[in-house]
């Protein structure tokens, strides 16, 4: 049903729908409806699930490590610094192979504080082994979750969906959310692969040594590059359940004969593509990749996509400091060598800390590298506030 | 749940930890933690933290464990147990006992922020915590345990704080059971698990677990100085049931701290020429605080 | 190398555990070893053995075959041996030692009761040997020469068995029918016995030596010996020997009011507290004082109990006779000087202090001699008969033990030679060389740990009251309660013998010490001991000790 809704409320309507049996949350801004919204459905008997109120984002994400390992759907969502906070727990819930899937209301890192939008903060985790999905928008939003869950329990991988925080969680946007009985047809009931159980006694989380660390990383990262499979199938799945097109690995809008190739994810694609449609009134050929699965990280389908494209600029909300782009850096390292000699990749940062993203911007930077390649650039720095005395 | 009494005082030998650990010879843990997972039976699952115990207890591929087991970090055994009570109610499975173990650090440092977080929401965890009295498992340094004079590596002048009081601060949290046991009384350690198994809600049980690496002294004393350490005063041995203290064990007959002090290395330095340093009246002030306000 | 799992998740059914052994460089063993009552036993019994019967199974039965291994005369034991077992008992060293003297009367007697019959080990050996002498050495030596199968004969020169057992040690001590009974029963192995045959006098020794393979001469020392004071030979003054003989053959001895023992050991102690039963009133005169006296602490306590006088520092100087018959003693004050050969202090005369005490009767209880009458044979000192270190004498296959050989000592000592000479005997028979067990090492109270026990009340047998006692010659202990006796022999420690606590099984931290299918007991799983030492620090009877690794 159509609804005109809130993106944390409509990602919280479709979380309950895929009967969590064990949810535990901390609140932190952005992320707070997506929680009190669960807690207000489990509260009112709509969804049969343990709430628990844990005392930290670290709480938090142990608590759902313990569940699952017991054999519960369980759900998590957090940014940030909470986030953060619960790093080592990531690493160790990918590790176990433990099918958790968390909600990331994309946000800035402190310090400075700042809760406004960056994607930072799931930059940070990208080498934990979770399989991280971004949403274009509200509707998207919702509609990972449903496949999350799907994904990561026939993976064996957890998954996190992000979302950019306030731009998608407190937006209102019109949002299609299913029937509870279609998500039960898409998503069946959890069965476990491995759980603690007196009846079937095994040990989860055992120590390896050196004879056995580095098979399991090589493991872990095959069973990630493996889940491509997996993402698309299920992407596609849920097209035809649902009708509509959600998900998947890359998505492209006006690739095909554009002269330009934006790479971009999130949110800011929906600016991104609305640039398009106005460059393209005015003659210019500009096309979009838009990144749906940053991991595993779609290398193949970039460079299939973008291996007649001279001239390409990766646009992105986070930045490896004292270093640069991230995505940028991904997409360069697509290329085998020999193609990137004549090849323009650019790479801009941009909407740190929640930094609005206006089409002028935009504008600015297609018209720039059209003209020659850019190496870095903050995109709407503003010099006046910088001294170059006191760095 | 019911327990009668020929059950509660029934001692368990079933291995459910069983040989082939990685631990010292004569650790206190490891003794302990059979005698935890007998008391417990096989109807449990054991989330351990990391810590001595999970070392030298679950390397791939020879864990030592017949109960199931989930480690996960240091800090969080007590939010992992939590997890997993909260998935068995809401899948309705159970009753299961649920026990989260962990040291020193996992308890009342680093972890105490996910033991005190359980023991609010009041979930359905028995949390034992094997007392060393300092980080063992990465060479003997420090912790909030670490007694009044102990030398550490990282105190190597002497410990200048007392040792945090978990145990009273594990009942201020409200919850319904709390007690604390040594390994040298394994009857008496496994009845207070028992018992508290049988009640509903947070329980914590505080085990006294000497290292013989760590407190410099033969693997054969372990026993044998849990009983000075009680005898002395210097670890009360108590139940408290809804915050109330009682079953005290009384010191027959009591010890001066010196004879408990003088069998373990990490002491030696306050006795040098057989003479004792100050730090040693403060110790023994600390032991007759103890029977005094327990009524040792 | 199996496959890595999922996630690293292992199923705990099939884990092949780690051999935590290989660490070890201190073993844990299992080590018997001797307690010290054992020890101190002269008769080298099983006290431990019985006494752990009784604590465990409760069963008299299955104590009283463990003690009679050793020892075929317990309920005599019970009543007269003084007991050094206690005095070596670990548990003397935390509240009191266990009380194994009335353990052991308390088994005798329940054989007694119920008929136990001594088992035979062999059969139908023909050698025979003639044991001269029924006393406690004579009587443990035919025993276990019996229950080897050997034929034995034994000949005594009194109308009844038993020796001083029978003739020396008056009824209140130990009554007459139980010696009978347990006597009879040793006899039931198949022994011979011939009496009033004087060995030496009746049969030459020679004829012995020709008819039989082996000798055993348990003579005993049970001639009087008097001092040599003026007045020795009137009448009214007996030999202590003599005095008892006469009593405990059934003759009424009419002692007159005025009864003076003279000398410290413990025929005079039984003279004196015969002669109180008699109706006289009693003083012992020893010139020494109680500290020295030889005779059992236990007997001369009763005695002083009974009423009986004790003159120390006196010494007879003559005995004062009147128309043949001796009116009273002229005695002397002695003072104690520098230790004499005997090692005890030398008793000096001091002069001007001479006293006259009045007697009616004066027994003098001043040392047994052995009778050598027609027995030819190398003595030491010319008191005591000779043997080498295997009991036997001079002549080749004749062996002796008893009093004769060692001195004048106790009835379990005594059993105790007769034990060895019966091991002697056939090794001299089967031409083997001596044959000597290894003794296990002692356990001392150092090397137990007692903190697992409580202290507690030992045993204490009722005696009758005084005047009680003094009306008859009952026996003073008339009877000792079954289930005390085996409430008491739970206190034993069991020193250096596995009990059963369990202490090992459940302090090995790395579950290594397991329950033997075969034995029940406890036994060590090498693949995974690390060598701690737990199990032996608190093992409470010593039995694990570390030795070091192979």
């Known amino acids: 049903m159509l609804k005109q809704i809130e993106g944390s409320y409509g990602v919280a309507e479709v979380v309950a729908m895929c009967r969590p049996n064990v949810i535990s949350a901390y609140p932190i801004t952005p992320q707070t409806h997506i929680v009190e919204d669960l807690a207000m459905l489990v509260g009112q008997g709509k969804l049969d699930a343990e709430f628990v109120n844990v005392e930290s984002e670290f709480a938090a994400a142990s608590v759902v490590l313990g569940a699952s390992a017991a054999g519960a759907r369980a759900y998590s969502a957090t940014t940030s610094q909470g986030l953060l906070l619960m790093c080592e727990v990531i690493y160790c819930i990918a590790g176990m192979r433990l099918p958790i899937v968390l909600t990331i209301a994309n946000r800035a890192i402190s310090a400075p504080l700042s809760i406004w939008n960056d994607q930072q903060d799931s930059m940070a985790l990208r080498d934990a082994g979770w399989i991280q999905l971004h949403a274009e928008d509200n509707q998207e939003a919702a509609d990972l ?54 009846r079937a006694p095994k040990g989860i989380g055992l120590y390896a040594d050196p004879r056995f660390y580095l098979e399991t990383r090589y493991i872990l990262h095959r069973a990630l590059e493996k889940s491509e499979d997996t993402i698309k199938k299920v992407s596609s799945e849920f097209s035809k359940a649902f009708g509509r097109d959600s998900g998947g690995f890359i998505k492209t809008y006006k690739l095909k004969d554009a002269d330009l190739a934006i790479v971009s994810m999130g949110s800011v694609v929906g600016t991104i593509k609305d640039l398009i449609d106005q460059l393209e009134e005015e003659g210019k050929k500009v096309g979009l990749l838009q990144i749906c699965s940053y991991r595993p990280f779609p290398r193949q389908a970039i460079y299939e996509a973008l291996k007649d494209k001279m001239n390409i600029v990766v646009l992105e909300k986070s930045v490896s400091l004292g270093r640069g782009g991230i995505l940028a850096s991904d997409v360069r ?32 930077m297609v018209e720039k590298v059209e003209k020659e390649p850019v190496e870095l650039e903050f995109l709407g720095l503003k010099k006046e506030l910088i001294s170059d005395k006191d760095l | 749940m019911n327990i009668s009494a020929e059950e509660l005082n029934t001692v368990e030998k079933k291995d459910l930890f069983t040989s082939g650990h990685r631990a010292c010879g004569g650790c206190g843990q490891a003794l302990a933690a ?263 | 190398m199996e496959k890595l799992p999922l996630g690293l998740v292992y199923d705990l059914t099939k884990v092949v555990p780690y051999k935590t052994g290989s660490w070890r460089t201190l073993m844990p063993v299992n080590i018997m070893q001797t307690p010290p009552c054992t020890h101190s036993c002269p008769a080298g019994n099983d006290i431990r053995g019985f006494l752990r019967a009784l604590a465990e199974k409760q069963s008299y039965e299955d104590a009283w075959h463990i003690l009679s291994r050793t020892n075929p005369l317990p309920s005599t034991c019970g009543r007269v041996c003084p007991h050094p077992c206690e005095a070596g008992c670990n548990r003397r060293d935390f509240d009191s030692p266990l009380a194994i003297n009335s353990s052991e009367r308390a088994v005798g007697d329940y054989g007694l009761e119920n008929n136990l019959e001594h088992k035979k080990l062999v059969s139908g050996r023909k050698e025979k040997i003639a044991v001269v002498g029924s006393g406690p050495a004579g009587l443990s030596c035919a025993f276990h020469l019996a229950k080897r199968g ?70 005993g020392a049970q001639k009087g010996v008097s001092i040599n004071v003026p007045g020795k030979d009137a009448e009214g003054v007996y030999t202590g020997v003599d005095f008892l003989k006469q009593v405990n053959s059934g003759k009424w001895m009419e002692t007159g009011k005025e009864v003076v023992v003279i000398g410290g050991g413990n025929t005079a102690m039984d003279c004196a507290r015969v002669a109180k039963r008699l109706g006289a009133n009693v003083s012992v005169v020893y010139r020494r004082t109680r500290v020295e006296m030889p005779a059992i602490t236990d007997e001369i306590d009763e005695a002083m109990e009974e009423r009986i006088m004790f003159r120390y520092h006196t010494n007879p100087v003559k005995l004062v006779v009147d128309e043949g018959k001796v009116v009273g003693i002229l005695s002397v004050q002695m003072e104690l000087k520098e230790p004499d050969a005997s090692g005890r202090a030398r008793p000096v005369p001091i002069s001007g202090s001479e006293a006259f005490i009045p007697a009616d009767t004066v027994i003098m209880a001043t040392g047994q001699a052995v009778d050598y009458d027609g027995l030819d044979i190398q003595k030491v000192n010319n008191q005591w008969m000779y043997t080498n270190e295997n009991l036997m004498t001079s002549m080749d296959g004749i062996f002796a033990g008893g009093d004769a050989v060692a001195g004048l000592e106790t009835v379990s000592l005594a059993i105790g030679q007769g034990t060895r000479a019966a091991s002697a005997i056939e090794d001299y028979i089967e031409g083997n060389r001596e044959s000597t067990l290894a003794q296990p090492p002692v356990v001392f109270s150092k090397d137990l740990n007692t903190y697992y026990y409580e202290k507690q009340r030992r045993f204490e047998k009722e005696a009758m009251s005084i005047h009680s006692r003094l009306k008859n010659f009952r026996e003073i202990y008339p009877s000792l309660d079954s289930q005390e006796i085996i409430e008491e022999s739970k ?37 995974f001991c690390k060598g701690c030492g737990l199990c032996s620090k608190e093992c409470p009877c010593h039995y694990i000790q570390m030795t070091m690794e192979k």
Request: proline share 7%; charged share 20%.
């Open chain 2, 34 to 296: 059979r005698l935890v997972a007998d008391a417990s039976g096989e109807n449990t699952i054991a989330c351990v933290a990391t810590g001595c115990l999970e070392v030298f207890s679950s390397p791939y591929p020879d864990p030592s464990w017949r109960i199931p087991f989930l480690h996960s970090l240091f800090e969080n055994a007590a939010a992992v147990a939590s997890g997993v009570e909260a998935a068995y109610k809401a899948l309705n499975k159970g009753p299961v006992n649920i026990i989260a173990q962990g040291g020193d650090g996992s308890t009342a440092d680093i972890g105490f922020q996910c033991i005190s977080g359980m023991f609010e929401r009041g979930h359905n965890v028995l949390y034992v915590c094997y007392d060393n009295e300092a980080y063992m498992n990465t060479g003997v340094q420090r912790s909030s345990f670490t007694p009044y004079g102990a030398r550490t590596t990282t105190t190597p002048m002497g410990n200048k704080t007392r040792k945090k009081n978990m145990p009273l601060l594990a009942a201020d949290h409200g919850i319904p059971y709390v007690a604390t046991a040594t390994v040298d009384d394994f009857r008496d350690l496994q009845r207070k698990v028992k018992t508290a198994l049988s009640i509903e809600g947070p329980k914590y049980i505080h085990i006294l677990a000497p290292c013989p690496l760590g407190w410099g002294h033969h693997g054969e004393l372990t026993v044998k100085i849990c009983r000075l350490a009680k005898d002395t005063g210097l670890y009360p041995v108590f139940e408290m049931t809804d915050g109330k203290v009682s079953n005290v064990q009384k010191i027959p007959v009591k010890v001066p701290v010196e004879e408990y002090l003088k069998l373990q290395g990490r002491f030696k330095h306050l006795f040098k020429k057989g003479v004792p340093a100050p730090e040693v009246a403060e110790i023994q002030k600390i032991a007759n605080e103890n029977i005094e306000r327990f009524n040792l």
């Open chain 1, 333 to 364: 390292w697509s290329f085998p060598r020999a193609e990137k000699k004549d090849r323009n990749i650019s790479s801009f940062i941009a909407g740190l800390g929640g930094r609005n993203i206006p089409m002028e911007d935009l504008r600015y």
């Open chain 3, 150 to 219: 050997f034929k034995v004969k034994i000949y005594e020169a009194n109308s009844e068995p038993g020796g001083m057992m029978r003739y020396g040690i008056p009824p209140y001590r130990l009554p007459n029918y139980i010696l009978k009974q347990e006597i009879e029963n040793i006899l039931r192995l198949g022994i011979d016995l011939e009496c009033n045959v004087k060995v030496g006098v009746n049969i030459p020794l020679d004829q012995l030596s020709h008819e039989y393979d082996a000798i055993f001469l348990g003579p």
């Open chain 3, 491 to 527: 206190r034993c420690f069991s020193c250096g013998l596995c009990f059963h606590c369990g202490n090992c099984h459940m302090y090995c931290p790395d579950s290594a010490v397991k329950i033997s299918q075969s034995t029940g007991g406890f036994e060590f799983d090498y693949d």
């Open chain 1, 145 to 198: 979750h449903i496949q999350a869950f799907k994904i990561a329990e026939e993976t064996h991988l957890p998954v996190m969906v992000c979302m950019d925080g306030f731009i998608l969680t407190h937006a209102y946007e019109p949002v299609d959310i299913p029937e509870p009985k279609e998500v039960d047809v898409f998503l069946p009931s959890f069965t476990p692969k491995h759980i603690v159980d007196p």
